[in-house]
């Protein structure tokens, strides 16, 4: 596996079961210091933050928190979120399955470079990957001169005519979103199919299967579980994304807001409630992913032993 | 260094690994645990080890007459080889071997006297130029000897094997435990190991213990446990054997066909080389059987036999000359005779 | 990762369809979203002349936000590479009520949208928050009685005065982005270390602490850097959670990448590619550094 995937990011993580030696073990002292010390690590870095935003949302009573979602720009960020969701998950959902199947089935040079450039994008920060879109599209940028200005006599009409912008409009926080989670379900799945080797393939092959039939019925009912980890993930980080989104957004309440940054115009505003009342629907998301990304590691590990 | 094990049990949840288990070790012996794996055999070592501890109150560990029952292992004096080496990845071979005597606090020897240690050691395992390697870089039988140095370099009273060629390939298996007891005659030093190859045991050990299901089977030299089994288990264990039914035996002796057994229906164990072949002929004495197969490959002939009256089949085995002399084929009516068997009162299951 | 490589050779090309059109496909979505628009970031820094970038990517209020990224995410990693070891210890060697739910929860970094995080954090550690109530009067006295104590260190320019709005806070939202990396890098070759190691070592007669040290640390220092070095990387780039606890003060607790879009923001675009390249850089050259650690480790640590 490559380096510069987060390491989380696989299905076969080390089985929850307590190993090492059974006699030749710590003191009890420094067990207790140490189950101590992660504890506390724990509790200050991961419980706290997560049980406050819960309760700064309903600091004052259920009537504001719910007020907050009635808000019509919140109702727009809530749309916006989905949207972009709704188009980065499933377009990176192929590219991955793309991605995997022609790595983890065939042999060609400048695999592992290949393997290293999907990598990259975790390996930028969120700010320059926005930052990259707005040179490429942005009004001082390579095609932006041609999208927005009008420089172009007949494409820029066009356009403007159209009404099409890409930065500071939704395609931007699209493309963006699409930036960030670009590596989720190809870093999934290569090293699953990799693991999984051509047999079934080739024995659907010989059966007399056609390549879709031997991809819809052998190899995608194969990788399913790992399919629907690399999916999760990828919808959590898209949903959720900020610094990416907010160099290209352009911040337009009500029409290129989505849900992280309406959390910052809200607690910007010093509208406490209502940054952590949306927050707490964004931590409630967080912790269903989580849920169902343990759930199919469970999964996984019975299905090995 | 003796060692004494006396009413050891050791369970791990519902399940018993050692039951009621008592051993004798005695000083400058090898010795060897046999068993099938799940026997208990491992457990065993690693309690006189001091890697496991004995359930609450069972029993006790004696050293040469010293309780050591609680003692934790770095203290026992204890050299232990794992079954995959366990060396440290990340230092090289001398400083593999040279841990045990760097970690000391107490009378830690100087530096020139740890490089001399490791030296004599290295010369004495034969891989003397092998020092400046890294474990990746050795193969299995290399490994294997290092880890004996790393072992001996502590100046142990007891050596611990487990399983010491269970990661070879078969030749280097052979050669290297045949090294093992030239060396364990050089050096006398008490040794136990653990495996469950009875070929391994019964060829380098001076005493076998044979281990089943968490007890102790029988404890004796090679010759002892191979020629007067104490159970249908070391019977079945120790080499081929065949299992006939008592009642033919009575019947061929008596030679009566249909008449009542005198004997109780219990089993008698027949190795295949204490199996005489003699012609058929109906009066005289013996199992009646026909030859189904010939397999002449080999120093021995062996021969597989199928009994007139049950059916079963028989295993022998015989010298090529005696073969040629019986001028047998497929098919031939012969009677068997028995040289040497043994029978177990019936409570025995296997 | 072996079971893979075992049967790559196995593979015949053409025996399987599409594989022109699945690479074509990745090359292709590569290349537009991934590879152009990173292009574009280098060709526009090229664009500049060697002077007008100097100054973009070395100005003081620059430099200094150099300082303030990289000496705070290599601090939060460090802090990471303790506490995530020993939790990752306590976590595949302990068993303790509630071990699944700590286990499912290292990951929550990641699955937190940062701002959410960020929001939060300020939250329990400002002045009223939960812990800042405690930890706050705490961190200020131990500012003062160091400036008393050693007077020539200008403690507050280094500690901040407070801890949320301040740099302390930068320090508390990149431990809290970088705390999965090294949990999660650790704790599978923790879960396969044999035991065996660790009873050889007691056999030859060391006691934990050497056993620990000397044995299973080295054991562990190739995925403890690794851990370490993905979770510097991480902090870095870290921008969401970090502003709104920073207190984003330009010279004292500005990061790089707030930097950069405050440039963005006054329209300074050669400014903000000119730090962002100067970023980027930065960060492969990271990801080289653990790709190769990752390869040796691996060649030097077989057996």
Sequence with gaps: MSASAPPFLSTKRAPIRVSGPRVIRNPVWVRWLFMTLALLFVGCFLVLPLAAVFTEALRKGFGPFFAAFTDPDMLSALRLTLLTAAIAVPANLVFGVAAAWCIAKFDFRGKSLLITLIDLPFAVSPVISGLIYVLVFGLQGWLGPYLGAGDHPWFGEWLNAQDIRIIFAVPGIVLATIFVTFPFVARELIPLMQAQGNDEEYAALTLGATGWQTFWRVTVPNIRWGLFYGVILCNARAMGEFGAVSVVSGHIRGVTNTMPLHIEILYNEYNFVAAFAVSSLLALLALVTLLLKTLVEWRAQKGLT | MSVQVDNIRKTFGPYTALDDVSLQVKSGQLTALLGPSGSGKTTLLRIIAGLEYADEGSGRIQFHGEDVTEMPAGKRKVGFVFQHYALFKHM???????????????????????????????????????????????????????????????????????????????????????????????????????????????????????????????????????????????????????????????????????????????????RPHDIEIVPYAPDQPGIAAVLRYIHAAGPQARLTLEQVQTRETVEVETSRVTLAGLDLKVGDLVNLRLRQAHSFTDDYTI | MSIAAISLPRFSRRVLPGFGLSLGFTLAYLGLIVLIPLGAAFIKAAGLSWADFLTAVASPRVLASYRVSFGISLLAALVNGVFGGILAWVLVRYTFPGRRVVDALVDLPFALPTAVAGIALAAIYSKNGWAGQWLEPLWVGTVHRLAGWIPWVDWQGWLGKTIAFDRAGIFLALTFVGLPFVVRTLQPVLAELEPELEEAAATLGANRWQTMTRVILPELMPALITGFALAFARALGEYGSVVFIAGNMPMHSEITPLLIITKLEQYDYRGATAIAVVMLVTSFVLLLLINLLQKWSRRYYRV
């Design chain 2, 92 to 270: 090289s071979v001398f400083e593999n071997i040279a841990f045990g005597l760097r970690v000391r606090r107490e009378n830690r020897p100087p530096e020139a006297e740890i490089a001399d240690r490791v030296h004599k050691l290295l010369k004495l395992v034969q891989l003397a130029d092998l020092g400046g390697r890294y474990p990746h870089q050795l193969s299995g039988g290399q490994r294997q000897r290092i880890a004996l140095a790393r072992a001996l370099a502590v100046e142990p009273e007891v050596l611990l094997l487990d399983e010491p060629f269970g990661a070879l390939d078969a030749k280097v298996r052979k050669e290297l435990r045949r090294w093992l007891r030239q060396f364990h005659d050089e050096i006398g030093l008490t040794t136990v190991f653990v495996t469950h190859d009875q070929e391994e045991a019964l060829e380098i050990a001076d005493e076998v213990v044979i281990m089943n299901q968490a007890k102790i089977e029988q404890i004796g030299t090679p010759q002892e446990v191979y020629d007067r089994p104490a159970t249908p288990f070391v019977y079945q264990f120790l080499g081929n054997v065949n299992v006939l039914r008592a009642q033919v035996l009575a019947e061929a002796r008596a030679r009566k066909p249909g008449s009542i057994a005198f004997e109780s229906e219990g089993q008698v164990y027949v």
